[in-house]
């Protein structure tokens, strides 16, 4: 994470916390130390960022720390709020933390009369049955698929029959109970598509694939569309 990705989101974390967070607990989400944290926070209380507190005790964001009012309609509130919800009990531990950041930062730099629009939203998320458990890291995946690396991947079909791939990933797909990754895979040379609770292991390589990303995810919607389904194995 850059240096400047990493300030941006310690500010995301005090702006989501109602309590004081202390420097373990935002270098355990970070993945950093805690003397980096602490280097960070001093760093942004140096760029007048009221962020109160110390080491050992925990940190808060002041209040009065504001952007420009987001100028939204109450129901393009609520459905923010809505997929916010839906994805932060449905999607992987990365982008549930990403939906829960979203409400918190929209939260704050909406104008007073429509907080309660996210506080106390009239649209609501049901119940969910619990996801089966992914095989790979999922925020890695999606960083493979925004860079366009290759990721080869030990998979396990349906039928119980293991299998060594190499795969150009272009899409994640999340269901109520499973998530999906749409890629070409190179030993098929065709579109596959993996059940990510079935893939016992994955390597994130840094070789590119040979056509751009967006050309292949372009192919990918087409023949999607064209078929109007999936070939899960």
């Not at 999922?138 to 791939?165: F, H, N, P, W």
């Not at 070409?184 to 056509?211: K, N, P, V």
């Not at 967006?214 to 990918?220: F, G, K, L, M, T």
């Amino acid at each position: 994470m850059r240096r400047a990705d990493r300030l941006f989101q310690i500010i995301q974390i005090l702006r989501r916390s109602a309590r004081p967070v202390t420097a373990a607990v935002l270098a355990g989400e970070l993945e950093v130390t805690v003397r980096t944290v602490y280097r960070d926070v001093a760093d942004l209380i140096a760029q007048r960022v009221p962020i109160r507190g110390e080491a050992g005790v925990g940190y808060i964001l002041g209040r009065d720390y504001d952007m420009p009012p987001l100028m939204l309609s109450a129901d393009e509130l609520e459905a923010a709020v809505l997929g916010a919800q839906w994805v932060a009990k449905r999607g992987d531990p990365g982008l549930a933390n990403a939906a829960r950041d979203l409400l918190a930062k929209i939260t704050g730099v909406v104008p007073d009369h429509l907080r309660p629009f996210i506080a106390d939203p009239s649209v609501s998320v049901g119940p969910t049955r619990a996801a089966s458990a992914d095989g790979l890291d999922m925020t890695r995946l999606r960083a493979a698929i925004r860079a366009g690396c290759k990721v080869r991947i030990s998979y396990r079909d349906q039928a119980g029959r293991a299998s060594e791939r190499v795969v150009w990933p272009v899409m994640v797909g999340y269901a109520e109970t499973v998530r999906l990754l749409a890629a070409w895979c190179e030993g098929r040379q065709a579109f596959r598509h993996f059940r990510t609770d079935r893939i016992e292991a994955a390597a994130f390589l840094d070789e590119r694939f040979e056509r751009r990303p967006s050309d292949v995810r372009r192919d990918w919607t087409r023949q999607f569309r064209a078929e109007r389904g999936v070939h899960l194995l």
